[in-house]
């Protein structure tokens, strides 16, 4: 679990308690992280004594469902994501599976990988479309709250990585296919 994980996890909690469940599923939406990797932050949230556990409850749907625990930041959590927040941010490089796949590769592995290139491209096209359908407010608009501002952000950062992203498979793929072209076929 990365520390970028367990501060999403500290933030949304902090933004508002809730079941483990309702906290993973807006670490997925906002964030796109999930999964157990959003309990284990949990765990290591209350074992820091960042987060505290409000013990079971009933489901809110029912109260013969099964009890559920509920997260509450504690002050030492919310001060931890203060200073979080305060502190320097460093960029750390992202590093994607296909860019892997290439670092290990021989020419027997470019065709497929220059597929692989163009196929990821298209995938990222499609995300970008979605991202941009429905029309972004104007951040210059006096009554943008700072919810609305905070997605048109977030929205902004993923297409400008998308966007980053296409332009370099497109750039490998062309580099590989040269490469390829140039590369004596086996006998």
């Given at each position: 679990m990365?520390?970028r994980?367990?501060?999403?996890v500290?933030g949304?909690?902090?933004e508002?308690s809730?079941?483990?469940?309702?906290?993973?599923q807006?670490?997925?939406?906002?964030f796109?992280?999930?999964?157990?990797g959003?309990?284990q932050?949990?765990?290591?949230?209350v074992?820091?004594?960042q987060?505290k556990?409000?013990g079971?409850?009933?489901?809110?749907?029912?109260?013969r469902a099964?009890?559920?625990t509920?997260?509450?930041?504690?002050d030492?959590?919310r001060q931890?994501?203060?200073?979080?927040?305060m502190?320097?941010?460093v960029f750390?490089?992202?590093r994607?599976?296909?860019d892997?796949?290439?670092?290990?590769s021989?020419p027997?592995?470019?065709p497929r990988?220059?597929?692989?290139l163009?196929?990821q491209?298209?995938?990222?096209?499609g995300?970008?479309?979605?991202?941009?359908?429905?029309?972004l407010?104007?951040?210059?608009d006096?009554?943008?709250?700072?919810?609305?501002?905070?997605?048109?952000?977030?929205?902004?950062a993923?297409v400008a990585?998308?966007e980053?992203?296409?332009?370099?498979?497109?750039?490998?793929?062309?580099?590989?296919?040269?490469?390829?072209?140039?590369?004596?076929k086996?006998v």
């Open positions: 990365g520390l994980q367990r501060h999403v500290l949304l909690v902090v508002r809730g079941y483990g469940y309702q906290i993973s807006q670490a997925r939406d906002r796109a992280m999930g999964g157990t959003v309990y932050a949990l765990d290591k949230l074992e820091q004594r987060v556990l409000l079971p409850r009933s489901g809110p749907d029912s109260p099964a009890p559920r509920m997260y509450e930041a504690t030492e959590g931890a994501l203060h200073d979080w927040i502190g320097s941010s750390a490089w992202p994607q599976e296909l892997v796949k290439l670092s290990f021989t027997l592995h470019w990988l220059i597929q692989q163009r196929d491209a298209l995938y990222c096209l995300e970008v479309r979605d991202l941009t359908k429905p029309p407010v104007d951040h210059r006096p009554s943008v709250t700072w919810p609305e501002a905070d997605e048109i952000l977030q929205r902004k993923k990585a998308l980053g992203r296409i332009e370099w498979c497109h750039h490998a793929a062309e580099m590989l296919e040269g490469l390829l072209a140039r590369t004596p086996p």
